[in-house]
């Protein structure tokens, strides 16, 4: 599933035009997170599918943040405090795919197809704009790519529909983005770690998460303190000189995803 969680630090592919036809094979709907908008990931939750929570964080100054992705990456997150600092968090809930989805049949359809998330209508396009399409990053196989009408010609979206989604994607990321830290925090979820270097990952149970995002108050009080999971012992350094509250021991109660560097 398209999402800024993938292709991360890899080399850009150039491409003037690039056909896509979908042959239904069903590789996107398996062992993908699929993130949702918060309306979705409140049905999918209620509906007894298993969420994961996924969190980046950076300074608006940064570390963590690329200079050229300042308003895409500003727009979508919320301001926290970290020790003496505050840092900027982007919040994830994506459906917790490990293995097929939950909603794929036996002949790989989509269960809730005219329901399906707005990520599953998009894929393989990115959601990120500072993430080119790259055919190679993505699951279809090689004949998806080979005839069809033209997804991109000359770097541009070639379907109006699709980037209509796409907006509506990142709409939602930024409306959404207060009331998923209000979550985080009801679900005792604090720890970050600094976008480029890794996520954080936490897996609440479905009734938490279906009871958190029911009853969530958008407009409560989102400043509790937060600390960033930083591995890397001269990172975890420069980001303490900041001001920031780290943690480097192993996680305990969440994971950390570290992101390769080059
Ligand atoms: S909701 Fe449907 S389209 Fe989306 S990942 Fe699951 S099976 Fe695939
Ligand atoms: S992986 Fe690509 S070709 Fe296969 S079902 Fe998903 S979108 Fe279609």
């Known amino acids: 599933m398209p999402s800024d969680l993938s292709a991360k630090k890899k080399p850009e592919t150039v491409s003037l035009s690039t056909p896509f036809n979908c042959v239904g094979c069903g590789k996107c709907c398996t062992d993908h997170h699929v993130p949702l908008t918060l309306a979705e990931a409140g049905r999918w939750s209620a509906s007894g599918g298993q969420l994961i929570v996924l969190l980046e964080a950076f300074f608006e100054q940064g570390p963590g943040l690329p200079e050229d992705q300042r308003e ?30 939950r909603n794929l049949d036996a002949d790989y359809r989509c269960r809730i197809y ?27 196989p090689p004949e998806a790519w080979q005839d069809g009408p033209l997804l991109i010609h000359r770097d541009q979206l ?3 529909e699709l980037a209509t989604l796409i907006e509506r994607s ?19 979820i604090d720890a970050s770690a600094l976008k480029g270097n890794g996520f954080t990952a936490y897996l609440p149970t479905v009734e938490a998460m279906a009871k958190a995002i029911r009853e969530v108050d958008a ?36 994971s950390f995803i570290a992101l390769q560097a080059g």
């Not at 990120?128 to 790259?134: E, K, M």
């Not at 990142?170 to 005792?188: H, M, N, P, T, Y």
């Open 170 to 188: 990142r709409q939602a990321d930024r409306e959404d983005i207060r009331a998923k830290v209000a979550i985080c925090q009801q679900l005792g």
């Open 72 to 101: 895409h990456a500003l727009r979508r997150s919320f301001a926290v405090p970290c020790g003496d600092s505050q840092i900027h968090l982007a919040v994830t809930f994506a459906a917790y795919n490990v293995g097929p989805c």
């Open 114 to 140: 005219t329901e399906r998330p707005l990520v599953c209508r998009i894929y393989p396009m990115e959601i990120n704009p500072h993430i080119p399409l790259r055919p190679e990053a993505k699951d279809c």
């Open 219 to 254: 407009s409560a009080d989102t400043g509790s303190a937060w600390r960033l999971h930083v591995a890397d012992p001269l990172l975890a350094e420069h980001l303490r000189m900041l001001g920031a509250q780290v943690n480097s021991e192993p996680a305990t109660y969440y």
């Open 158 to 160: 070639q379907d109006p």
